[in-house]
């Protein structure tokens, strides 16, 4: 729970250390990923995972939701998924003689998307409105969704039969594209002592995880986080951030004004969470790849010579002034 005693960064600070910690409790290492979730819960944004099968993918947005106490469902991605599947229909109750809305598994506090790019684009585009607006639209009639509200989708990046690239307008609405990757070695023995000592991702509970905050709390924490400083030299940095990757010779397109508000607001969401009621350039530079990396192109030529996005944000910054 948040203690009132301290400063609102004290706090903040003290929270984001209880959820790392409960974190551990079921994840091994994943210390990056555990935090950009949640600085994009914190953020009210919408993270992409994109990792191979078995890197705890499922596993991390579980843990999520139970740090905060939140209503979790899944939904697995199939290509003969159809957007009623998602969102939910009206149906015929032939006892009352009425049309019944009947809620689709959208109606929860944080989605699990599994392999979100093996549905077509028709149920991709389902999330769309969910996503940007908070709320559905079934037969007509607008219907809001709880708060909070977040998507967390996952893709396989090497798996491309029977996919179905994300649209870019969808793309756009995740606040992260985070990569998962292999653990290190000895983080993975750490994984399989766990497993032979009895642990069951099934069964969270018995791990002792146990909830930081609830979804009611949620609110007041992001007042906290509205309360982050914002210099003037910040915000011309994030522009000469946007402005560069228009510019730039490895980029066939860059990022938007929307990337660069995202920027902004996940910088704010970390800096508050570490603990300081300002934003300080490397908060800024921390957010670039995973704000960024699925809101940009590269260009052929750049691809040809190994580059990948995270490579050439480095360039970019490397060029670009830093405030004071």
């Known amino acids: 729970m948040i203690n009132r ?8 600070l003290s929270l984001a250390e209880r959820l790392r910690e409960q974190a551990a409790r079921v994840l091994v290492g994943q210390d990056e990923a555990i935090e950009l979730l949640i600085v994009a819960l914190m953020a009210r944004g919408h993270v992409l995972l994109e990792g191979v099968p078995g890197t705890a993918k499922t596993l991390m947005a579980k843990t999520l939701a139970g740090l905060v ?6 939904i697995q991605f199939t290509p003969d998924l159809m957007p009623s599947d998602v969102v939910g229909t009206v149906v015929f109750d032939t006892q009352s003689g009425q049309f019944n809305l009947k809620r689709g598994p959208i109606f929860t506090q944080i989605l699990l998307a599994d392999e979100i790019n093996r549905a077509p684009a028709k149920t991709q585009a389902a999330l769309l409105e ?3 607006e ?5 037969e007509g009639d607008t219907q809001m969704l709880p708060d909070p ?5 996952t893709q396989n990046p090497v798996e491309m039969d029977g996919t179905y690239p994300l649209p870019e307008a969808q793309l756009d609405r ?9 653990l290190p070695p000895e983080q993975e023995v750490e994984v399989y002592r766990r497993y032979h000592e009895g642990f069951d991702a099934h069964n969270l509970a018995a791990t002792g995880l146990t909830p930081v905050v609830s979804p009611s709390q949620l609110a007041q924490i992001r007042q906290l986080i509205q309360t982050v400083r914002v210099e003037e030299g910040v915000l011309n940095y994030i522009a000469s951030i946007t402005n560069a990757t228009r510019a730039s010779a490895d980029l066939a397109l860059g990022a ?7 920027l902004l607001l996940a910088s704010k969401a970390l800096a508050a969470l570490r603990g300081r009621d300002y934003i300080a350039p490397d908060d800024i530079k921390l957010m670039v790849p995973p704000v ?4 940009v192109y590269l260009r052929p030529e750049a691809e040809i010579e190994g580059l990948d996005t995270d490579a050439v944000f480095r360039r970019l910054l490397a060029k670009l002034e830093v405030p004071r």
């Open 69 to 74: 106490r939140a209503e979790y469902r899944r």
């Open 5 to 12: 005693s301290e400063t609102d960064a004290g706090r903040l």
């Open 149 to 153: 509200f977040m998507v967390i989708a």
């Open 130 to 132: 969910a996503m940007e």
């Open 292 to 295: 960024l990396r699925h809101r």
């Open 174 to 182: 995740f606040l992260f594209k985070i990569k998962v990757g292999y």
């Open 256 to 262: 938007s004004t929307r990337a660069g508000v995202a």
């Open 134 to 138: 908070r709320q559905v639209s079934i």
